[in-house]
């Protein structure tokens, strides 16, 4: 499976943007996918995840309320609407697909992934 990622690019706070990744080379419905993130300087991390079938999400703490993570499994695609960004949320944003797990939770570890995108920048200015 080939993710690409776009989208990203120069807000303010405040702003909304909308991530899209598009899947090519696979059956993308088998997928779980997630957003992570990864400012300068720290960690990857997580951002939002959705199941195959688009039923269950979940998001992390800090993006609860403003992010919302949804896909299209006709087309092939999973977005991140972005609302009322922050400064702290500038980052790389990577979209990731996970052919098999058996909890919602799973979902959110980076490192059980096994597809990545290469990333789009989000940036914030304040």
């Known amino acids: 499976v080939q993710l690409q990622a776009f989208g990203g690019g120069l807000v303010q706070t405040g702003d909304s943007l909308r991530l899209s990744c598009a899947a090519s080379?696979?059956?993308?419905?088998?997928?779980?996918m997630g957003w992570f993130r990864q400012a300068p300087g720290k960690e990857r991390e997580f951002v939002a995840a959705?199941?195959?079938?688009?039923?269950?999400?979940d998001y992390a703490d800090s993006v609860k309320g403003r992010f919302t993570i949804s896909r299209d499994n006709a087309k092939n695609t999973v977005a991140l609407q972005m609302n009322s960004l922050k400064p702290e949320d500038t980052a790389v944003y990577y979209c990731?697909?996970?052919?098999?797990?058996?909890?919602?939770?799973?979902?959110?570890?980076?490192?059980?992934?096994?597809?990545w995108g290469q990333g789009t920048q989000v940036t914030v200015s304040s």
């Open positions: 990731a697909a996970k052919r098999t797990y058996y909890s919602r939770i799973q979902l959110q570890d980076s490192g059980g992934y096994d597809y």
């Open positions: 080379g696979g059956s993308f419905s088998a997928y779980g």
């Open positions: 959705i199941t195959m079938s688009g039923t269950n999400t």
